[in-house]
C-alpha cells in the first residue's frame, strides 16, 4: 500500500467496524480492522499482500455474478455493489453476511474495494 495511503490505512486498523480493504483486481489484502480480524479468527498481518480470493466462501444463489473478480473494475465510480457471502472457515472464517463493497482509489491509482458488513454500511 503506497506511503500516502497511511491514513487510510490507519483509519480502516483502528476502526470499531467490520471492514477490510483489497485491492479491486486481485482482491489482495492491504488491511483490516480488529472486528474483521475477530471475524477471520486470525490477524490480518499474516495476509497483507495476498490475494484473499482462495478464501472466498460460496456466496448465495443470485449473488455469483457480482462476485467474481472484474465486477467492480472499469468505470470511475460504480455503484457500491452487494452481496451474501457463505459461511465458510478454510483457513479463514468467513461469516454469512451480506456486504457492501465500494469503490476506492489509492494514492497510486489502484482501484481498491472497501468491503464493510451491510449492516454497518450506509448504502445498506
Do not use: K
Not at 84 to 96: D, E, K, S, V, Y
Not at 105 to 111: K, Q
Amino acid at each position: 500500500m503506497p506511503l500516502a495511503d497511511g491514513p487510510l490505512r490507519r483509519l480502516i486498523e483502528t476502526s470499531p467496524l467490520p471492514v477490510h480493504l483489497v485491492t479491486d483486481t486481485d482482491h489482495r489484502s492491504l488491511a483490516a480492522s480488529p472486528a474483521r480480524e475477530h471475524e477471520w479468527g486470525q490477524t490480518a498481518a499474516g495476509l497483507l499482500g495476498q490475494t484473499l480470493w482462495r478464501f472466498a466462501a460460496r456466496r448465495h444463489p443470485g449473488s455469483r455474478a457480482i462476485a467474481g473478480p472484474a465486477r467492480l473494475v472499469g468505470g470511475h465510480l460504480p455503484q457500491p455493489v452487494e452481496l451474501w457471502t457463505g459461511a465458510r472457515n478454510a483457513g479463514l472464517r468467513i461469516r454469512c453476511q451480506m456486504m457492501t463493497w465500494e469503490r476506492v482509489y489509492l494514492a497510486d491509482g489502484t482501484p481498491a474495494r472497501l468491503c464493510l458488513t451491510s449492516a454497518f454500511s450506509s448504502a445498506a
